[in-house]
């Protein structure tokens, strides 16, 4: 049995380049065991790809981390 990985920095970043469609588009032919999906900030991004991969059949866990700094000013 193979378990197929695919992990993907999304740069979902507010001020990043929307690359959305490309990334979705991606996942739906090569259908992974597994996807871990990085740097989905925004919950709009997050919606998005949870009802895809919902739809695709995949069980889909969000983390708790609402909370993300995303730059901190350490002076």
Not at 49 to 55: D, V
Not at 60 to 67: A, E, K, L, Q, S
Request: charged share 25%; aromatic share 14%.
């Amino acid at each position: 049995m193979y378990v197929y990985i695919l992990t993907y920095n999304i740069h979902g970043l507010p001020w990043a380049r929307d690359y959305t469609e490309g990334i979705a588009s991606s996942l739906m032919e090569k259908l992974p065991s597994v996807i871990c999906l990085q740097e989905a900030f925004l919950d709009r991004t997050r919606n998005f790809y949870k009802e895809l991969l919902e739809l695709l059949g995949y069980q889909v866990c969000i983390p708790r981390d609402g909370n993300v700094t995303l730059y901190r000013d350490w002076e």
